[in-house]
Each structure stands twice: as structure tokens, then as C-alpha cells.
T-cell receptor, first 115, second 115 residues
Framework: KQEVTQIPAALSVPEGENLVLNCSFTDSAIYNLQWFRQDPGKGLTSLLLIQSSQREQTSGRLNASLDKSSGRSTLYIAASQPGDSATYLCAVSGERGSTLGRLYFGRGTQLTVWP | EAEVAQSPRYKITEKSQAVAFWCDPISGHATLYWYRQILGQGPELLVQFQDESVVDDSQLPKDRFSAERLKGVDSTLKIQPAELGDSAMYLC?????????????FGPGTRLLVL
């Protein structure tokens, strides 16, 4: 079964810092990888989606990279702001058989950016 | 901007009672997903519909959980009887065709507390 791990579990930084969130997965047979944001008590908002054939995706101050063969992804947030405070979830989509298209989530990294 | 709607937002019930959650996906989205997210963990897929048909319910505890999407639009998830361990956030998501390249759009969730 696919296992997704996110490190660190929590992160607290001052405003303006650049930071990196890490995600690893045990089965490299993925179709894509997504990063989501979840605010307290709310649903999930998709931030970036990387196809397995891609190496990275960028959106504004966010950059996500994917190394499929080593089972790793990083989410880079530049010039962090208090509004970035949320839980960031990594999810991979299965590539074959019963896992096709199914999302497997990590437990998330809880980010706090203080002024 | 179209959104996935869920109701109720919060539900408190006693164990052994029946509960039901409702989801209305984004108009035109053929694929609908129900996830359960236990506090501090990532969401786990319970059931996936393509139009009115179930395509994956392998993680649905079928002795107490049921889900339906009779007309291929909105969906209901039911728990009967509820147990203490069912306390969690129940998230609904939809995508246009369930294609592997597509983003899933999540609703705000229903937070269930079983006493």
C-alpha cells in the first residue's frame, strides 16, 4: 500500500522567510502528485499538480518539485506571509490497477508564519 | 466560481444513532468522492462514484456505511449506527471526468462528533 510521509509535522517561522516542506512516498508508480492547502476546519484547496513526467510546477511564490524515482517532492514557499499559515497536504495519485487515479495523502505539515 | 456544497457543516450525535451527510458537486462534474479525515491525519478515500455508479468502495465499512448518488448528481453518505471512532471530518470532492490528469475540488466538509 502506498505510504505518504510529510516532514516536518509542524513549522513556525517569521514572516519573510523562504521555507521548504518535504513529502516522500513509498511506491514510485504514481501518475501525479498534488499539494493542497487546508485552513482550520475547512476543506482542501489544490495548490499545484505535477504530472509524473514533469520535474516541477510553479504558481506565484510556490514551487513544487518532483523526483519520482526517489519518491520525493518538495514544496518551496518564497517570502512567507502570515496568510500562508495553514496545513499543507501532499497527495499522490496511483498509476495502475485498483490504485488508478486514487489519491493517497500524507498527514500534512502545519505551518505558522508570525509577523 | 462554482464550488462543492456540503451539509450540514457540523453534526453532533450519540453513538448508535443514524447520521447522513449531503454533497452537491460542481455542475457537470461526473466523478464524486467521499473522504474521511481523522484529526491530525490526511484524508482517506471512502467511496468514488462515476456518474451514478460506484467505482471504488474498497475502504468503505459496509456494515455501517452506505453511499448513493441516484441521479448521478448529488450524493448522500449515511452511517448507521454511528460509533465513537466515526468522529472525523467528512469531505466531498468532485472532478469533471475522474481523469488522472484532473484536479479534485473539495467542499468545506462536515465535521462529525459522536458522543
Amino acid at each position: 500500500k502506498q505510504e505518504v510521509t510529510q516532514i516536518p509535522a509542524a513549522l513556525s517561522v517569521p514572516e519573510g522567510e523562504n521555507l521548504v516542506l518535504n513529502c516522500s512516498f513509498t511506491d514510485s508508480a504514481i501518475y501525479n502528485l498534488q499539494w493542497f492547502r487546508q485552513d482550520p476546519g475547512k476543506g482542501l484547496t489544490s495548490l499545484l499538480l505535477i504530472q509524473s513526467s514533469q520535474r516541477e510546477q510553479t504558481s506565484g511564490r510556490l514551487n513544487a518539485s518532483l523526483d519520482k524515482s526517489s519518491g520525493r517532492s518538495t514544496l518551496y514557499i518564497a517570502a512567507s506571509q502570515p496568510g500562508d499559515s495553514a496545513t499543507y497536504l501532499c497527495a499522490v495519485s496511483g498509476e495502475r490497477g485498483s490504485t488508478l487515479g486514487r489519491l493517497y495523502f500524507g498527514r500534512g505539515t502545519q505551518l505558522t508564519v508570525w509577523p | 466560481e462554482a464550488e462543492v456544497a456540503q451539509s450540514p457543516r457540523y453534526k453532533i450525535t450519540e453513538k448508535s444513532q443514524a447520521v447522513a451527510f449531503w454533497c452537491d458537486p460542481i455542475s457537470g462534474h461526473a466523478t464524486l468522492y467521499w473522504y474521511r479525515q481523522i484529526l491530525g491525519q490526511g484524508p482517506e478515500l471512502l467511496v468514488q462514484f462515476q456518474d451514478e455508479s460506484v467505482v471504488d468502495d474498497s475502504q468503505l465499512p459496509k456494515d455501517r456505511f452506505s453511499a448513493e448518488r441516484l441521479k448521478g448528481v448529488d450524493s448522500t453518505l449515511k452511517i448507521q449506527p454511528a460509533e465513537l471512532g466515526d468522529s472525523a471530518m467528512y469531505l466531498c470532492a468532485s472532478s469533471r471526468q475522474g481523469a488522472r490528469t484532473e484536479t479534485q475540488y473539495f467542499g468545506p466538509g462536515t465535521r462529525l462528533l459522536v458522543l
